[in-house]
Each structure stands twice: as structure tokens, then as C-alpha cells.
């Protein structure tokens, strides 16, 4: 079970700290990527850590968004800077499991005022 949390408003140019936190024992093999939906458009994939903690990034994120995990907490991270109205959007974390199985949590909104 995923839970996403750290949502809010802010101005363009500003910060947000997105937060994911599982439980269960298969954490540390999973990939955990973040997902958003903005009003009107498809469920869009934002980046992703692999279970050796290798980050990828969509070209619309790269050098302003960092993704990391902690897998004593059970925890993903998604470090948002430099926002833009655009970013405007529901983030949701998604894990992806060695077997197959995948899991998301209930999504986050975040609010780029311009």
C-alpha cells in the first residue's frame, strides 16, 4: 500500500517535497516511479528509482526535479524545484514489483500559481 503526501500550492519559481511511503517487507525491490495527471490530459510518467536507487527523469523534469529513496523508512522522495504552472497537476507514486505486481497510491494534488 502506497501512501503519497506533501501536495500544496506555490508560486512559480518555488519548491514542493512529494513523499511516498509503503509498507510492507518488498519495498526495497521495488522501482517507485511518480506519475501526474493534469486537468484534461493523461496520467504522465515524471521519474522513476530503480530498486539499486538508479533515478530517471522525463526531459520536462530533468535538472529541476530529484528523486530518491530510502528503504529503511520505506520512503520515496520526489524534490521539486524551480516550479512552473505547467508542473500544476495530481502526482502519484507507483511501485512496480520483481513479479509483476504494481501498486499506486491515492495521488497529491500540486497548484503552480502563476
Known amino acids: 500500500q502506497l501512501q503519497a503526501s506533501g501536495g500544496g500550492l506555490v508560486q512559480a519559481g518555488g519548491s514542493l517535497s512529494l513523499s511516498c511511503a509503503a509498507s510492507?517487507?518488498?519495498?526495497?525491490?521495488?522501482?517507485i516511479g511518480w506519475y501526474r495527471q493534469a486537468p484534461g490530459k493523461e496520467r504522465a510518467w515524471v521519474a522513476s528509482?530503480?530498486?539499486?536507487?538508479?533515478?530517471l527523469y522525463a526531459g520536462s523534469v530533468k535538472g529541476r526535479f530529484t528523486i530518491s529513496r530510502d528503504d529503511v523508512k520505506n520512503t520515496v522522495s520526489l524534490r521539486m524545484n524551480d516550479l512552473k504552472p505547467e508542473d500544476t497537476a495530481v502526482y502519484y507514486c507507483?511501485?512496480?514489483?520483481?513479479?509483476?505486481?504494481?501498486?499506486w497510491g491515492q495521488g497529491t494534488l500540486v497548484t503552480v500559481s502563476s
Open positions: 510492507g517487507s518488498t519495498f526495497s525491490t521495488a522501482a
Open positions: 507507483n511501485a512496480q514489483l520483481p513479479n509483476g505486481r504494481a501498486a
Open positions: 528509482i530503480s530498486p539499486g536507487g538508479n533515478p
